[in-house]
């Protein structure tokens, strides 16, 4: 079993930056690929970007490329998600999930809320 807290999110204006933090616990989560998706009120949820268990292979939404950086501190069961040059359209709620096998994403955090006011 595998258990996702998602912190960092906030209000911030437009060009600012954040950090979301995704605390994992349970046996197996340095084993797992770690993503971050979000979702926009109105709108389906979308990956925002990816993680592989050794911190590699990082991959991104082509509109966030340039902008947000993740990271992963297996010592502290965290991956972190650096957001700058925040814009309007990147409010949404933040998820951070678990692939237990490829694209399946299995476990999930509660979200964390971004508004970016313009």
């Known amino acids: 079993q595998v258990q996702l807290v998602e912190s960092g999110g906030g209000l911030v204006q437009a060009g600012g930056s954040l950090r979301l933090s995704c605390a994992a616990s349970?046996?197996?989560?340095?084993?797992?690929?770690i993503g971050w998706f979000r979702q926009a009120p109105g709108k389906s949820r979308e990956f925002v970007a990816a993680?592989?268990?050794?911190?590699?292979?990082?991959y991104y939404l082509d509109s966030v490329k340039g902008r947000f950086t993740i990271s992963r501190d297996n010592a502290k069961s965290t991956v972190y998600l650096q957001m700058n040059n925040l814009k309007p359209e990147d409010t949404a709620v933040y998820y951070c999930?678990?692939?237990?096998?490829?694209?399946?994403?299995?476990?999930w955090g509660q979200g964390t809320q971004v508004t970016v006011s313009s």
């Open positions: 999930a678990a692939e237990t096998t490829p694209t399946n994403f299995e476990y």
């Open positions: 993680v592989g268990w050794s911190g590699g292979h990082p």
């Open positions: 349970g046996p197996t989560v340095s084993t797992l690929n």
